[in-house]
């Protein structure tokens, strides 16, 4: 079983930033890729800044930081990251996006690299399909954001994934300091089959006039013992994300009760995204 010592991450958004970062924090090296500049900027802005909070909080000593920081780079091509041991693509939820991505991961990565996905619903056979013969080292590793505190690791093998793979899969999480569980390989496999559901029925709640949004809120973290509302935590995912979840959902699995809440769709429309644009179903301060 070849070991990994470094992990190439393709995409540079919230969780891919998070990947990298707890990546890095293991002692592993982490390449952070994004054809975007300004994404990669974000990313090490990101990373600096999470880094020093635990420097301030005594968790690190800043030897320990500079370290960490170190062993992240940040580069625009695959190619700048040919030689890592591990690749994870995470990439908007967009299933032609990630079956691009992964054509070319299969031609830059070694035979011996696995081919991870951070997907969270859509199907890993399906993404697999995009390598071929190589459909056997592609795996479903979906972390849970924010990546650095979350502890699980969906583990999620598609149709023709190895052995070898999924338990250098679940190896690599422990490194990892995650707790990887596994998942078949169905949409939205078991969190956000779960979870979107029951977001997608709050904002059905409000549109139908059942109760405002922070009210909604209230009932389910004081009734439920949830430690964020559901509309509260839909700002916190990306009401763009939550759509795109749901729209998988209703096309694999074909039941009306998947289909998205008009209410969402709108919001999403009309680009109010939730914390990353600053207002979705609630106003934020700008950071």
């Known amino acids: 079983m070849t070991s990994v010592n470094s992990i190439a991450v393709i995409g540079a958004g919230t969780m891919g930033q998070g990947i990298a970062l707890t990546a890095a924090q293991s002692g592993l090296r982490a390449f952070q890729i994004d054809v975007n500049a300004d994404q990669l900027a974000n990313a090490k802005k990101y990373h600096a800044k999470t880094v020093a909070r635990l420097v301030e909080k005594q968790k690190l000593t800043q030897p320990q930081a500079d370290e960490i920081n170190a062993r992240i780079s940040y580069v625009s091509s695959m190619a700048d990251a040919k030689d890592a041991d591990w690749a994870i693509e995470a990439a908007t939820e967009n299933v032609d996006l990630k079956k691009k991505i992964f054509g070319l991961m299969k031609s830059t990565f070694g035979p011996n690299v696995v081919l991870a996905t951070n997907t969270s619903s859509i199907s890993i056979t399906d993404l697999a399909s995009a390598v071929g013969e190589d459909a056997h080292r592609v795996i479903g590793m979906h972390f849970f954001n924010p990546v650095p505190i979350m502890k699980l690791v969906e583990v999620i093998k598609g149709l023709a994934t190895s052995a070898e793979t999924t338990q250098r899969t679940i190896d690599l999480a422990t490194v990892m300091g995650k707790t990887p569980i596994?998942?078949?390989?169905?949409?939205?496999?078991?969190?956000?089959?779960?979870?979107?559901?029951?977001?997608?029925?709050a904002f059905f709640a409000w549109m139908e006039g059942v109760a405002e949004p922070?009210?909604?809120?209230?009932?389910?973290?004081?009734?439920?013992?949830?430690?964020?509302?559901?509309?509260?935590?839909?700002?916190?995912?990306?009401?763009?994300?939550?759509?795109?979840?749901?729209?998988?959902?209703?096309k694999e699995l074909a039941q009306p009760k998947y289909a998205p809440c008009p209410k969402l769709r709108q919001?999403?429309?009309?680009?109010?995204?939730?914390?990353?644009?600053?207002?979705?179903?609630?106003e934020y301060a700008k950071k």
């Open 214 to 250: 922070e009210h909604i809120d209230e009932i389910m973290k004081l009734g439920c013992n949830f430690p964020m509302g559901p509309l509260r935590l839909a700002d916190f995912i990306g009401l763009d994300v939550c759509h795109d979840i749901m729209m998988v959902l209703w």
């Open 182 to 201: 596994p998942a078949n390989d169905r949409a939205g496999f078991v969190s956000n089959r779960v979870l979107m559901p029951m977001i997608n029925e």
């Open 267 to 282: 919001l999403v429309q009309a680009g109010r995204l939730g914390d990353k644009t600053g207002r979705g179903v609630f």
